[in-house]
């Protein structure tokens, strides 16, 4: 079956068939099923989250092609071209002299006379500490081949290097070289407030004119902490969430793991197999490399990120139009989390990560489908065969639950198809 030939039922919904875009047929909409914010997969891995893993050991594991720029441009399959992304830099106005680099892809023209739902919405993919815009390519054009096929609108999508990240230059403000503590996630978001407000001027349709887009984040691991931020700080612009793995912004990430070392440490609680030293040794590692007060490159400090979001099942964040934001929250497959961190450079024994780390990861995702108003939020979900780097592990994945949150999204709206 070709990667790309199924359309699920509610993209089908919110679309176009030939027939209807020719205008030979009465355009009936289908009324939309009743789970559509989760692909197949994902659905299944919700139910069973720690099981999943075993029963997808035995499926083939195909890989597809990922479409790219001028791979859709035949004439005679009558679709739009792909679009071509703009990679460009910029400066903003607040920080003369610095440049963040930047990937735009703008949004759908309107189709068949049908306008556009998401003319003023931006999709902004946020990176973890260690990627860059590039990790969200693969799932971008997965993404844009996916509404194309399907004959679907789309917004337009940005990506882009953070201060101190991949080709951007470093914070102006920052007074220490990296590895430093330069700024705070706060200032993070400020920048990245300051960022769209340029990117939308800048890009903006003037036939349509408005002082700021509907912003639609999708996240990874400290993107998520930022993301939430942004919400909380500029209530009334996001619609719509996408956390691929986030961070657990209250942990310290040593006190994961039990301290042998503690007055009332009780050895016989470890995991069968497992020493001591093993967990003394796990504990150091992951102090060196993930507590707060290690700086980055980025500059970017995490040392008052569990003051700024202590909890994980709040605050309640206020998003498009004073109501809570469309909210998927994913996390990562437990098996292969585990075999990556084992044979990655900490070496974790894998009874470890699956007897600490991954339950207190489920519990802080729990917690997180609790920020936005009830019935708004879908998860915690598993990212099969995924670890921490999900968009890079599986990007068809990301690009299946954008298309599920922008079609929540579109449900707030007229659907396209009965416009006319």
């Not at 071509?84 to 910029?90: G, H, K």
């Not at 070289?177 to 960022?195: C, E, M």
């Not at 936005?372 to 065969?385: F, L, N, Q, S, Y």
Request: include cysteine.
């Amino acid at each position: 079956m070709d990667a790309f030939a199924y359309i699920p039922p509610h993209l089908k919904y919110s679309g176009l068939s030939k027939e209807e875009r020719e205008g030979k047929q009465t355009i009936t909409p289908a009324p939309p099923p009743t789970h559509t914010a989760n692909s197949p997969d994902t659905k299944k891995a919700q139910l069973d989250p720690i099981n999943t893993p075993q029963r997808y050991d035995s499926m083939n594991n195909r890989s597809y092609a990922i479409p790219f720029p001028g791979s859709m441009d035949s004439p005679e399959d009558g679709l739009p071209p792909f679009p071509d992304p703009e990679n460009s830099s910029i400066a903003l106005d607040t920080k003369p002299g610095a440049n963040i680099h930047y990937t735009y892809y703008p949004a759908s023209k309107p189709h068949y006379n049908h306008p556009n739902p998401f003319s003023q919405t931006l999709i902004v993919f946020l990176n973890g500490l260690m990627s860059t815009r590039s990790s969200w390519d693969a799932s971008i054009r997965s993404f844009l081949e996916k509404r194309i096929v399907g004959g679907l609108p789309y917004p337009a999508l940005l990506s882009y290097d953070r201060y101190g990240q991949g080709d951007s230059d470093h914070d102006p403000d920052d007074t220490d070289p990296p590895p430093s503590h330069g700024h705070d996630a706060i200032s993070a978001v400020k920048a990245l407030k300051q960022f769209t407000v340029q990117i939308w001027r800048d890009h903006l349709d003037i036939n349509k004119p408005t002082h700021y887009p509907c912003l639609i984040f999708v996240c990874s691991s400290i993107g998520c902490a930022l993301a939430r931020l942004f919400t909380q700080c500029y209530p009334g612009t996001v619609s719509g969430l996408l956390f691929l793995d986030s961070i657990m912004a209250n942990s310290d990430y040593q006190s994961l793991w039990p301290d042998p070392d503690a007055p009332d440490f009780n050895p016989h609680t470890l995991p069968e197999g497992v020493s001591e030293d093993e967990v003394r040794d796990t504990r150091e590692k992951y102090r060196n490399m993930f507590h707060p007060d290690v700086p980055n490159n980025e500059g970017l400090s995490r040392r008052n990120l569990a003051q700024l979001l202590p909890d994980s099942n709040g605050p309640t964040l206020e998003g498009y139009l004073g109501t809570g934001p469309y909210l998927t929250v994913v996390g990562h497959d437990w098996d292969t989390f585990a075999e990556q961190s084992f044979q990655g450079s900490l070496h974790t024994p894998k009874i470890l990560t699956m007897t600490y780390a991954n339950p207190a990861w489920r519990r802080y995702n729990e917690g997180l489908v609790q920020i936005t108003d009830e019935g708004k939020a879908i998860g915690p979900i598993t990212a099969v065969r995924c670890g921490h780097f999900i968009q890079q592990d599986d990007p068809r994945f990301v690009s299946d639950e954008m298309v599920s949150l922008l079609d929540r999204v579109v449900n707030r709206v007229e659907q396209v198809s009965e416009r006319d």
